[in-house]
Every structure is written in structure tokens, then in C-alpha cells.
């Protein structure tokens, strides 16, 4: 029904921003300043590619740690954030 109504783009959207990305932090901007002490607005592509790595489990991962799973996840989705900026 989701899909119907609403782009892709708002679902994302929507998505990003109740996702759990740790204990009790909901959001993206919530998960920004947890993991980063910044504001979603200032992530550097780096830091934006872990985020995503992280999901759909970021509970799982301890704040500020890297596992090699989660810098091959970054490496890919890096390279694809890259890929879609070339026109």
C-alpha cells in the first residue's frame, strides 16, 4: 500500500528516520550525533556509508567499532554512492 502512495524516495525517508541505530536511538539524526557527535547534516560520505552499513542490525555493533564485515559493507556502498554521482 506503502509503495501506492508514497515515492520511494519518502519511504526511505521514513524508514531512516525510526530505524533503531542503537539502544534507544531512533532516527538519523539521532544516530548521527550517537555515533558521530554531529549533526546528520555534517557526515562526511564516510561516516553516512557506516550508518548504512550498519543497518538493518545496528544494535548489533558497538558504537565507533569497524568489523572487517562492516568495512567491506562501507567499501560497497562507497563505490555504489560514487557510481551514482558519475552522470
Do not use: C, D
Amino acid at each position: 500500500m506503502m509503495e501506492r502512495t508514497l515515492s520511494k524516495r519518502r519511504i526511505l525517508e521514513i524508514y531512516l528516520n525510526v530505524a533503531e541505530w542503537g539502544e534507544g536511538v531512533f532516527g538519523a539524526e539521532a544516530a548521527a550525533r550517537y555515533h558521530f557527535g554531529i549533526p546528520a547534516s555534517a557526515l562526511t560520505p564516510e561516516q553516512g556509508a557506516y550508518l548504512a552499513a550498519i543497518l538493518p542490525s545496528p544494535r548489533k555493533y558497538e558504537r565507533g567499532r569497524e568489523t572487517p564485515y562492516i568495512r567491506g559493507r562501507m567499501t560497497t556502498i562507497s563505490a555504489r554512492m560514487n557510481a551514482a554521482q558519475i552522470p
